[in-house]
Protein backbone atom coordinates (compact mmCIF):
# COMPACT_ATOMS: atom_id res chain seq x y z
CA UNK A 1 0.00 0.00 0.00
CA UNK A 2 1.25 3.23 -1.42
CA UNK A 3 1.12 5.67 1.91
CA UNK A 4 2.28 9.23 2.01
CA UNK A 5 2.39 11.22 5.46
CA UNK A 6 3.36 14.95 5.14
CA UNK A 7 4.72 17.60 8.65
CA UNK A 8 6.41 20.23 9.52
CA UNK A 9 4.20 23.23 8.38
CA UNK A 10 3.39 26.30 10.72
CA UNK A 11 3.43 29.99 11.03
CA UNK A 12 6.54 32.16 10.45
CA UNK A 13 7.67 35.68 9.89
CA UNK A 14 8.69 36.74 6.29
CA UNK A 15 12.45 35.99 5.56
CA UNK A 16 12.03 33.36 7.77
CA UNK A 17 12.58 29.32 7.40
CA UNK A 18 10.74 25.71 7.63
CA UNK A 19 11.14 22.22 6.67
CA UNK A 20 8.49 20.09 5.43
CA UNK A 21 8.52 16.40 5.86
CA UNK A 22 6.79 13.54 3.55
CA UNK A 23 7.38 10.28 4.80
CA UNK A 24 6.36 7.43 1.95
CA UNK A 25 6.26 4.02 2.06
CA UNK A 26 5.04 1.54 -0.66
CA UNK A 27 6.09 2.71 -3.98
CA UNK A 28 8.07 0.35 -6.53
CA UNK A 29 11.10 0.83 -7.82
CA UNK A 30 11.06 3.91 -10.18
CA UNK A 31 8.95 6.85 -9.02
CA UNK A 32 9.01 10.68 -8.11
CA UNK A 33 7.59 12.41 -4.56
CA UNK A 34 7.36 16.36 -5.15
CA UNK A 35 5.47 18.91 -3.62
CA UNK A 36 2.30 20.73 -4.66
CA UNK A 37 0.69 24.04 -3.58
CA UNK A 38 -2.81 25.70 -3.20
CA UNK A 39 -2.96 28.90 -2.11
CA UNK A 40 -6.72 30.30 -1.33
CA UNK A 41 -8.92 31.12 -4.16
CA UNK A 42 -6.19 30.14 -6.55
CA UNK A 43 -5.03 26.75 -8.41
CA UNK A 44 -2.83 24.18 -6.97
CA UNK A 45 0.98 24.69 -8.27
CA UNK A 46 3.93 22.74 -8.73
CA UNK A 47 6.56 23.42 -6.50
CA UNK A 48 9.58 20.60 -6.32
CA UNK A 49 10.31 17.22 -7.00
CA UNK A 50 12.71 14.52 -6.72
CA UNK A 51 13.03 11.61 -9.06
CA UNK A 52 14.08 8.41 -7.33
CA UNK A 53 16.40 6.51 -9.96
CA UNK A 54 18.90 9.58 -10.47
CA UNK A 55 17.95 12.00 -7.37
CA UNK A 56 17.30 14.84 -10.09
CA UNK A 57 15.44 17.93 -9.07
CA UNK A 58 13.06 20.45 -10.38
CA UNK A 59 11.74 23.87 -9.03
CA UNK A 60 9.51 26.38 -9.88
CA UNK A 61 10.75 29.60 -11.01
CA UNK A 62 8.86 31.42 -7.97
CA UNK A 63 11.09 29.36 -5.34
CA UNK A 64 14.39 28.69 -6.92
CA UNK A 65 17.02 29.80 -4.61
CA UNK A 66 15.34 29.55 -2.25
CA UNK A 67 13.92 26.26 -1.57
CA UNK A 68 15.84 22.92 -1.47
CA UNK A 69 13.96 19.00 -2.02
CA UNK A 70 16.44 16.25 -0.88
CA UNK A 71 15.72 12.82 0.48
CA UNK A 72 17.39 10.81 2.90
CA UNK A 73 19.72 7.93 2.48
CA UNK A 74 17.01 5.01 3.17
CA UNK A 75 14.91 7.18 0.95
CA UNK A 76 11.73 6.97 3.23
CA UNK A 77 11.64 10.34 3.68
CA UNK A 78 11.52 13.66 1.34
CA UNK A 79 12.43 16.91 2.58
CA UNK A 80 11.13 20.95 1.70
CA UNK A 81 14.11 22.98 3.12
CA UNK A 82 12.07 26.46 2.84
CA UNK A 83 14.35 29.82 2.97
CA UNK A 84 13.35 33.67 2.92
CA UNK A 85 10.23 32.61 3.01
CA UNK A 86 7.31 35.05 1.96
CA UNK A 87 3.55 35.84 1.78
CA UNK A 88 3.10 34.46 -1.29
CA UNK A 89 4.15 31.40 -0.10
CA UNK A 90 0.94 31.08 2.25
CA UNK A 91 -0.49 27.93 1.00
CA UNK A 92 -1.40 24.06 1.78
CA UNK A 93 1.48 21.93 1.14
CA UNK A 94 0.64 18.64 -0.70
CA UNK A 95 3.39 16.06 -0.82
CA UNK A 96 2.79 13.79 -3.57
CA UNK A 97 3.83 10.26 -4.94
CA UNK A 98 4.02 9.43 -8.80
CA UNK A 99 5.03 6.05 -10.42
CA UNK A 100 3.91 5.07 -13.59
CA UNK A 101 -0.04 6.77 -14.39
CA UNK A 102 -0.48 6.54 -10.50
CA UNK A 103 -0.32 9.68 -8.85
CA UNK A 104 -0.61 9.56 -5.01
CA UNK A 105 -1.48 12.24 -2.60
CA UNK A 106 -1.40 13.22 1.19
CA UNK A 107 -2.82 15.45 3.31
CA UNK A 108 -1.56 18.17 3.32
CA UNK A 109 0.43 21.24 5.76
CA UNK A 110 -0.30 24.45 5.85
CA UNK A 111 1.95 26.55 5.84
CA UNK A 112 1.22 30.07 6.84
CA UNK A 113 3.89 33.57 6.46
CA UNK A 114 2.86 36.23 7.78
CA UNK A 115 4.45 39.20 10.33
Known amino acids: QVLLVESGGGLVQPGGSLRLSCAFS???????IGWFRQAPGKEREGVSC????????HYADSVKGRFTISRDKPMTTVFLQMNDLKPEDTAVYYC?????????WGQGTQVTVSS
Open 96 to 104: TGTYGSVQV
Open 26 to 32: GFPLDYS
Open 50 to 57: INSSDGST
